[in-house]
């Protein structure tokens, strides 16, 4: 059962509590990031003047056609076109999708050659951008193969297919769908393997996934609690408050905190709270409440820690709701415990 002590955020219009300044510890997956492709001299120069032209209909109903051709070269073009044409303007994003390019666009996220499927990824991507296409992209069958593309695409593809993902859960009703069409296992492992953007990614779609118990479950289960940990120890990484904020979601989980003492977590978020930013405190404070407090045995892990010099710090000089945590966090460490808890906490494993 979930506690009612839950880390609070709010992060692209959807509420998740009270923690201050949370929004900006991630970056929105907008359009691809990666560079242009290099195309003949003739169709640059057609491509550009519809970027810039007010009437791109002819074009675009062209693209679409060629999407369905027999030809993958053909198709490989229009896909790429498309998702340049998608990319920076948004008024082409609706005139592309009714012109009814999501349909053949979602069959060749399935295409066998990889970077057709790249192309097909990226333009649904850039799609989703635009609000009114959401539904539409995922009542189209989007999810399951932008699914296996983030389990077997190219690195571009995996990056981009999560942050589709990411755009079609901004829908509540797909958050539920996408768990269970298999997104949060290779999330997770993006989260672990991927490049610098490519866990920024993974951490950005499942922060917005897991505001549900069913796919919380799934991430555990995943092993999602590993890298977190790894990814909040490491400063260098700019994801200590990312991965944070992703586990303060999890620890409402009893199986979460397990797996977070069981990764060496307690010594990770009690040098956040000393060492680490004012938000990154505030949000390490709120995870280790979460952890002490309904269990005995966990408090005695962070006390043992050294956990109350710098709580005691951060209640004097945080930021109000850090300084209220910090404060609840100390009160449970300094209550007496009894000599079997702390016998069985000498034989937690951290």
Do not use: H, W
Not at 98 to 112: D, E, Q, T
Not at 262 to 282: A, D, H, M
Request: glycine share 6%; net charge neutral; charged share 25%.
């Amino acid at each position: 059962m979930e506690t009612e002590n839950r880390v609070n955020f709010t992060y692209m219009g959807t509420s998740y509590g009270d923690v201050d300044d949370d929004s900006s510890a991630f970056s929105e997956c907008n359009s691809d990031r990666s560079g242009e492709f290099p195309t003949a001299s003739s169709e640059s120069r057609r491509l550009l003047m519809a970027c810039v032209s007010e009437n791109s209909d002819d074009l675009i109903r062209q693209l679409v056609a060629d999407l369905e051709s027999c030809s993958i070269n053909d198709q490989k073009q229009a896909a790429m076109e498309i998702r340049l044409l998608a990319k920076n303007k948004s008024e082409n994003r609706l005139k592309i999708a009714k012109a009814g390019a999501v349909k053949p666009l979602v069959s060749l996220i399935s295409s066998s050659d990889p970077q057709v499927q790249e192309y097909g990824v990226t333009a649904i991507l850039n799609l989703s951008l635009c609000d009114e296409n959401k539904q539409l992209i995922a009542s189209s069958g989007a999810i399951k193969p932008l699914v296996r593309s983030l389990k077997t695409g190219t690195s571009t593809a995996k990056e981009n297919a999560a942050c589709a993902l990411l755009r079609l859960s901004q829908l509540e009703e797909n958050k539920i769908l996408i768990g269970r069409s298999g997104a949060i296992p290779p999330l997770v492992s993006l989260l672990e393997n991927g490049g610098v953007r490519g866990k920024k990614d993974a951490s950005t779609a499942l922060y917005s996934l897991c505001s549900g118990k069913e796919n919380k479950i799934r991430a555990v289960q995943a092993g999602a609690m590993k890298p977190l940990v790894e990814l909040m120890a490491d400063f260098s990484s700019n994801m200590v408050d990312k991965s944070a904020y992703v586990m303060s979601l999890l620890v409402t989980l009893s199986e979460a905190k397990t797996s977070l003492v069981e990764e060496g977590g307690i010594p990770v978020l009690v040098e956040i709270i000393e060492v680490g930013t004012q938000r990154q405190k505030e949000i390490a404070v709120a995870i280790l409440l979460q952890v002490c407090e309904e269990s005995v045995v966990y408090r005695t892990l962070v006390a043992r820690e050294g956990a109350i010099p710098p709580l005691v710090a951060l209640s004097q000089s945080g930021t109000n709701r850090a300084k209220q945590k910090a404060e609840a966090l100390i009160e449970l460490l300094r209550q007496p415990r009894s000599g079997n808890a702390a016998a069985r906490a000498s034989d937690v494993s951290v």
